[in-house]
């Protein structure tokens, strides 16, 4: 009984493999699948750096078993990027320097999506309590709140807020 | 962190399931959220033989009103309850308990009956849950048996459940009219077990006086704790601020802190005295219908 046979769905690839009951979810993409955008961080359920999307809905994918995801989607940072185009919320952490050291970035991005698929418009409040169950300490949080306003825009189809990346002369239009 | 090897089974049926646990004899444990329980295994605080994973029974993730009751099934997620128009409407002290347990990404996965079932007092619904007077019904080999809330712990990760049962519903008793519920919660960030909890469930009389309290307390014991003689002295008394700061005072009385990292017992114990007050006031206020701030779970 401690090895099963399952089959997931990763990034709409479906995967038939065999599995101890005690694997990870997070050590069956990373070691098994070997896609390792999905990061290990505290191993203890708190920091998120692990988060996938499990049937649309952030997981850490160190606090479940990958035999409980058999039938399942999982989706991973992989999954994000679609012919070659990058996505909305990947798009907005790139042009907002939503990132630092990028440990935490993955995760941010799908907890990200899973809000942004959810509504488009949400408050600063909202994407700051959507993303309080995923830890950065490098970025104080702020670009990461306007990298997803950035990606919500363009999931509107609205023009982007002007970014505070871009330089106060760039952004007036003055010529410094 | 690899956990020790275990058997695990997904049934399909509570039956299925209680035969399973039974036939284990406290050796296996029942996996719902798994937001507890894996964090265990992985640091091997715990080493079940045998996880029985009940996600794949149909049928257990209600949240809904009936017969005069409200029903959380054994797996509706603390998401689950978030997202519940009956809750928002009816029932505000769970819509403020759901809502800081944990963090949002494990609330998707965390079940409100594992909260309880776990018997951690650093869990927020167990005082909630003493607080609206629940009940959470228990499956066994034997059949199925009603446990007040506020008899299910013994004490610290003890709980009066036997190893072949299963919890597969809390109760809650639907509140009459003129009635109002808050969660009060320190803590010190996103995640954190509380330093200290307050919940405050109340029915006033057409007068404005106290016909029920309901209060019960957060981490500063080795389970939830009901501040009995807090709920006693606001019976049939307005609950104006000076009668509250008093129950207040009770309540922290009633506390039984330890020291650690968030703090001494006096400074928990004086927490509770504050979290207290606000949960009452709050509950008071939902109680009249006067206040939109504390509906909207502000304050």
Redesign the interface.
């Known amino acids: ?2 090895m ?1 046979t399952i089959t997931v769905t990763v990034n709409g690839q479906p995967h038939t493999m065999e599995v ?3 694997l ?1 979810l997070v050590h069956l993409i990373r070691d098994t699948l070997r896609l390792t955008g999905t990061h290990i961080g505290c ?4 920091c ?1 750096a692990c ?1 996938v999307l499990l049937d649309e ?4 994918s ?4 990958a ?2 995801a058999d039938g399942r989607a999982v989706r991973t940072v992989e999954g994000l990027e679609r012919d070659g185009q990058l996505h909305p919320v990947q798009r907005g952490f790139k042009e907002e320097h939503g990132l630092q050291c990028g440990f935490c970035t993955p995760g941010m991005m799908m ?1 990200a999506t899973a809000l942004l698929e959810r509504n488009t418009s949400p408050t600063e409040e909202e994407i700051r ?2 993303i ?3 830890l950065c300490r490098c970025t104080g949080y702020v670009n990461i709140v306007k990298a997803i306003q950035h990606a919500a825009a363009e999931m509107r189809g609205a023009t982007a807020v002007p970014s505070l990346a871009t330089p106060p002369a760039e952004r007036t239009g003055a010529t410094a | ?10 049934p399909s049926s509570l039956d299925e399931a209680v035969a399973l646990l039974g036939a284990h004899e406290g050796d296996a444990k029942v ?1 719902s959220g ?2 507890s329980l ?2 265990l295994i ?2 091997r605080l715990a080493a079940p033989s ?2 029985v ?1 009940i ?1 794949r029974i149909p049928g257990l993730a209600y949240v809904e009103e009936r017969d005069g009751a409200l029903h959380i099934g054994a797996l509706a997620r603390e ?1 689950d309850l978030e997202r519940s128009a009956v809750v928002r409407e009816r029932y505000p002290i769970l819509l403020d308990t759901a809502r800081v347990v ?5 609330r ?2 965390a079940t409100v009956c594992g909260n309880l079932a776990h018997g951690d007092p650093g869990n927020d619904h167990p005082a909630t849950m003493m607080a609206l007077d629940a009940a959470v019904v228990a499956r066994g080999r034997h059949g199925s048996r009603a446990i007040p809330v506020r008899e299910l712990f013994v004490g610290l990760f003890t709980t009066a459940l036997e190893s072949d049962e299963i919890v597969t519903e809390i109760v809650i008793p639907a509140p009459p009219p003129r009635s109002g519920g808050a969660y009060r919660k320190l803590e010190r960030k ?2 954190d077990y509380a330093t200290a909890g307050v919940a405050a469930q109340v029915t006033l009389l057409e007068d404005g006086t106290c016909a029920r309290a309901g209060i019960a307390l957060t981490n500063v014991g080795a389970t939830a704790i009901a501040a009995t003689a807090a709920e006693a002295f606001l019976l049939h008394k307005p609950l104006d601020a000076e009668t509250i700061a008093q129950a207040a005072q009770l309540a922290a009385q009633a506390a039984d802190p330890v020291e650690d990292r968030r703090g001494t017992p006096d400074y928990k114990r004086d927490m509770i005295r504050v979290l207290a007050a606000r949960a009452l006031h709050a509950a008071e206020r939902r109680a009249r219908g006067s206040d939109a701030a504390a509906a909207a779970g502000r304050d």
Do not use: W
């Not at chain 1, 160190?62 to 078993?65: A, G, N, V």
């Not at chain 2, 944990?102 to 494990?106: L, N, S, T």
């Open positions: 009984m401690s099963h101890e009951s005690r990870l191993d203890t359920t708190h998120g988060t809905r952030p997981v850490k160190c606090t479940l078993f035999v409980q907890t309590s959507a309080s169950g995923n | 962190m690899i956990p020790s090897r275990f058997d695990y089974v997904a996996l798994g937001q894996i964090p992985k640091l045998l996880l994973d996600n998401a944990a963090d949002p990404i494990v998707n996965s996103v995640g």
